[in-house]
């Protein structure tokens, strides 16, 4: 867990997607003013987090972070992939929080209708279930490359991404792309009809595409879609400027 910044009435809290861990929120992090935490999911980084992982535990333990670290003030929730479907979760079962939360910028993410696990999928997940970690860094990058990243992705962070992802846990690999196939939180979005927030998605991106923004933003009377021509996935890492903007805009 990282807390950065000097004391303030906001918190931003930035939530890292499946298989990164906090280090990817390094550049829009180091560019925000004011406090700043961010965490590693449980199963990814440098975070044990026991053997329930699912996008519902991802919720609560949210919430304890939050009651932990910020437990007064006002909030700025910003979610990439996972973390913005954790933070889905969040308001079906903690919808309390969302009293304090100022503005919430969903980045790079869904509420549902992305694609089941495949047969192929499962076979090799029984091997990579067993695995401490997933390893796999040297080889990863060319892969990486084109799956996560748009068009102007430098590959110093094509390489710090197959690192994260290296370090990931192979249960929570496993046990988080099946949560992420069953999402769906289209109805947890009518909590948070009156917090002011942002959309942001990659005009490249493979794995949650453009549709799956209009589908969030469509849900949120008060939500700003922006569209990022030629980006991919990794907004946080390759469109840090803009996601950073946005952020800011709530301070």
């Known amino acids: 867990m990282v807390v950065s910044g000097p004391p303030s009435d906001v918190t931003v809290v930035l939530l890292h997607g499946w298989t990164l861990d906090l280090t990817s929120w390094d550049r829009v992090a180091d560019a925000l ?5 961010r965490y590693d999911h449980r199963g990814h980084g440098a975070s044990g987090g026991g053997t329930v992982r699912t996008l519902d535990q991802l919720a609560d333990d949210l919430a304890e972070v939050l009651e932990a670290c910020a437990p007064d003030g006002e909030l700025v929730l910003v979610g990439h992939s996972m973390g913005g479907m954790t933070m889905m979760a969040l308001a079906e079962r903690h919808p309390a929080v969302y009293d304090r939360v100022r503005g919430a910028v969903f980045v790079a993410t869904s509420s549902g209708g992305l694609p089941p696990v495949r047969a192929a999928e499962r076979v090799l997940g029984r091997w990579l279930g067993r695995r401490a970690v997933l390893g796999f860094a040297r080889v990863m990058p060319v892969g990486l490359r084109w799956m996560l990243f748009g068009r102007r992705a430098s590959w110093k962070d094509v390489v710090a991404a197959s690192r994260m992802i290296a370090r990931c846990a192979g249960g929570a690999f496993v046990d988080f792309r099946n949560e992420v196939a069953a999402h769906d939180r289209g109805k ?7 917090v002011p927030a942002v959309v942001l998605a990659g005009g490249a991106d493979l794995l949650t595409p453009v549709r799956h923004a209009r589908v969030v933003a469509g849900e949120l009377p008060q939500a700003e879609l922006v569209v990022l021509p030629g980006a991919g996935h990794m907004l946080p890492m390759e469109r840090a400027g803009e996601v950073g903007e946005r952020i800011r805009r709530f301070l």
Do not use: D, I, S
Not at 33 to 37: I, S
């Open 33 to 37: 003013p004011g406090r700043v935490l």
């Open 188 to 194: 947890a979005l009518a909590e948070l009809a009156r």
